[in-house]
């Protein structure tokens, strides 16, 4: 109560203070010599004679007025925030084993897939190399299975189809010697015995020619052919000779004389073939033709008894023994064409056997692809472009899987993490334009809402907004900033800029009444942005102000509010002061 009162004598004491000076304005303006010149700008003034207390007409004054307008504003609320990256990544090794090599450093710019980090991994290429072996091994071992179930089909088969022939031969021949000789068979069995007969008799003779030895007219021929061998050679000789003198005097070709000398050693040839063959004449038959041709007088003889007993069957009919025989070999045939079958079996089994080994190939692809991707994981390469920022790692450190080795943030910006409190929530919207600034970048500017986090800190019952930044140089993750959100609305009056006129520490305006009075209005003025004042106190909404030069128009002054009205800008959202 004791401060309330101090508060209220005060004020009271600050009206009575400018109400003084104001009367003191006013008598010093009566005294003077010209009171309707005193100019409003030489404040302090509080009243000014009525127009009609004037002698005479009083001319208006033409001015640009502006009404006082009221608008409903938020008052931006400071959140405080720390910049993250848009994409940023812990990059660990995904098995355990020690660190090879390291490639890059704090602050390198990486790209995706770059290779980051080495591990040792000469126990994962092992395993690698043993896969592909055993692949390998599978691959020949199903080729192996192919051919030998090929040939097994093709073997099959083949004893498939020769014991179909060799079982319908002997059911032939059964049925032969059951049934007796046909005619077409009699024929054929006598027809043979003659052809072996003729066929005998000419080996005999051949026997006889080759024991008698040459004949006189067979010498003569040989004689014969031995003296034209002899005349050819000699002419061919002389035309060597003289070829040869020829070519020695190059009056023939290389060619020319080659052909010559063909010709000659041709005709030797034939000359020494001549010879040989009166020799062979004059000797006669050597022992070895002599035994020949008595073996085929022995043959020609078998074969002619085959034939006449086969003649003889056939005229006589099969016997009980030879019926027998036959059954017996047709039974044979059965038998060996069920075994034949029954072999085709196993040509499935091999098939099924390829099947097996086509499994097992495949399992050892899938065995080998394992390795290679554990393999793969020796070597950790980025997930995305970006930039280095921590390096955990050095060689010989122990990577297990999980444990960090490089960090990297991306290239796709970065964002203001501000911390809003709940009760400024239901104004924040995704999307919505948000002025921001970095302190330490000497940045300020306007970001944009992209993400809000959708559950409350329980401590401190604030969300997180995620502004998204522009391009900045140097910006980096950590970096303290700040954002402005919408905070409560409220409504307040403002007028232009121009109307407001400032002397020391007291601030007014010039009011026109309904009269087209323009009088001096006392103002408290607040928050100034846009080319707007807020005002506190002094005015009313609806009334009209002079804008542009007020200054200079005394209080009192008759106006006339001329060409269209001054619009005060609509508010916006602004966090400068």
Known sequence: MASTKRRLIGSGRAILGALALFTGGWWAAGRGPHPSTTSHGGLPVALAEEPGAAEGPVATRPVAAATVSQEVVSAPVEVTGTVRATVKADVSAKIMS????????????????????????????????????????????????HTGAGIQAVQSSTRVAQSEAALDVARQQLSLVTEGPRRQQKVQADAGVAEAEAALAQARANLSLVREGSRRQQRLQAQQAILQAEAQYRTAKATHDRFKTLLDQEVVSRQRYDEVNAQYETAAAQLEMARQQASLVEEGARPQEVQAAEESVRQAEARLAGAKQQRDLA????????????RAQAQQAEEALRLARAAT?????????????????????????AAEVQAAYAVVRSPFSGVVTARQVDPGDMAAPGSPLVRIEGAAGYRLEATVPEGRMSRVQSGM????????LGWKGTGRAVEIVPSAEPGSRTFVVKVALPPLPRIASGVFGKAWFPGEERSRLVVPAAAVVRRGQLESVLAIDEKGIARVRMVRTGETENGKVEILSGVQPGERVVVGSPADIPD??????????????SSTFNVER
Do not use: W, Y
């Open 433 to 440: 334009a948000v002025p921001a600034a970095i302190e330490s």
């Open 98 to 145: 020690r660190v090879a090599r390291v490639l890059v450093r704090e602050g390198d710019r990486v790209q995706a897939g770059q290779v980051l980090v080495r591990l040792e991994s000469a126990d994962l290429d092992a395993a690698v190399a043993q896969a592909r072996a055993a692949v390998r091994s599978a691959a020949e071992a199903v080729k192996q299975a």
């Open 315 to 326: 005229h006589e009919g099969g016997r009980e023994q030879d019926i027998a025989a036959a």
């Open 345 to 369: 079996a196993e040509t499935r089994i091999k098939r099924d056997n390829i099947a097996l080994l086509a499994a097992r190939k495949e399992q050892a692809e899938a065995a080998l692809q």
């Open 556 to 569: 009192g002054t008759p106006v006339e509010a001329r060409g269209s009205e001054f619009r005060v800008p």
